[in-house]
C-alpha cells in the first residue's frame, strides 16, 4: 500500500513538472515579440515610397494585448510577431494618382496606399543602421498578405499579375499596394507573421 502511494505521489509530480514546462513555453499574448530575422517599416507616397531603413517609418513590435490592437484582436489570435506604424494620410496633398481596385469598387488618391518594407541584418556593414533592405510586402518575391480588418483596409488578391489580366476582375495582385477606407483619419497599421509563417495587414483607426 505504501509503495502504491508512493507511486502515485511521483506521478503526479511528473504531471505537474510537465504542465509547467508547457505553460513557461507557451507565448505570451501580453509580451511583445520582435522578429529575430528583420524589422519592419511602412512606405507609401507619404515616404516617397523610401525602402531604407528610417527612423520616422519603421514599425514597433508589439503584444497581441497593446490596446491599439483590440478591434483586430481576434484575428491576431494566431499572430508569431505583430508590428504597428502610426500614419495620418493628408487628403490636401495629391499623390496626383490613384488606387483602383474596380471590382470592389475602390478609386481612391495615392496617399491612401500603404506598404510594409522587411529589412535584414547589415552583416557587410554597409548601411549605418545595421539594417537593409529585403523585400516589399505584399509583392511577387513576398506573396500576397492575409487581411485582419477588411473594413478599413482592402489587400489585393494573392496571384501574379498575369493571373490578374486574365482574370479582369479589378481585384488587384501581388504587386498591387493595399489602401487604407477611411479617409483622412489617423490609422494603426499592423503588419503580423502569423504561426504558420504566412503573412497578414490590417488597419485600426485611431
Known amino acids: 500500500m505504501k509503495r502504491m502511494n508512493v507511486v502515485l505521489l511521483l506521478t503526479l509530480f ?3 513538472a510537465v504542465i509547467a514546462v508547457g505553460c513557461g513555453s507557451a507565448p ?3 509580451t511583445a515579440a520582435s522578429d529575430p530575422d528583420y524589422t519592419y517599416r511602412i512606405t507609401g507616397q507619404f515616404a516617397s ?3 531604407n531603413y528610417d527612423q520616422k517609418f519603421m514599425m514597433e513590435s508589439v503584444s497581441a494585448s497593446d490596446s491599439r490592437l483590440r478591434p483586430i484582436s481576434a484575428a491576431l ?3 508569431m510577431y505583430i508590428y504597428l ?3 495620418t494620410p493628408n487628403p490636401n496633398v495629391s499623390a496626383n494618382w490613384n488606387v483602383k ?3 470592389a469598387g475602390i478609386d481612391l488618391d495615392g496617399v491612401y496606399a500603404v506598404k510594409v518594407i522587411r529589412l535584414e541584418r547589415d552583416l557587410e556593414g554597409i548601411e549605418p543602421s545595421g539594417w537593409m533592405h529585403n ?3 505584399p509583392s511577387t518575391e513576398a506573396g500576397g498578405v492575409r487581411n485582419l480588418s477588411p473594413d478599413t483596409l482592402y ?3 494573392s496571384r501574379s499579375d498575369e493571373e490578374a489580366a486574365a482574370a479582369g476582375d479589378g481585384l488587384g495582385s501581388n504587386n498591387d499596394n493595399p489602401v487604407l477606407l477611411k479617409g483622412p483619419a489617423t490609422y494603426y497599421v499592423v503588419f503580423a507573421v502569423m504561426n504558420d509563417r504566412s503573412r497578414a495587414m490590417g488597419a485600426v483607426v485611431k
Open 49 to 51: 515610397w523610401g525602402s
Open 28 to 30: 505570451s499574448r501580453s
Open 14 to 16: 511528473a504531471a505537474a
Open 85 to 87: 506604424g502610426e500614419y
Open 101 to 103: 481596385y474596380l471590382g
Open 77 to 79: 489570435r494566431d499572430a
Open 135 to 137: 523585400m516589399w510586402i
Open 155 to 157: 489587400t489585393p488578391l
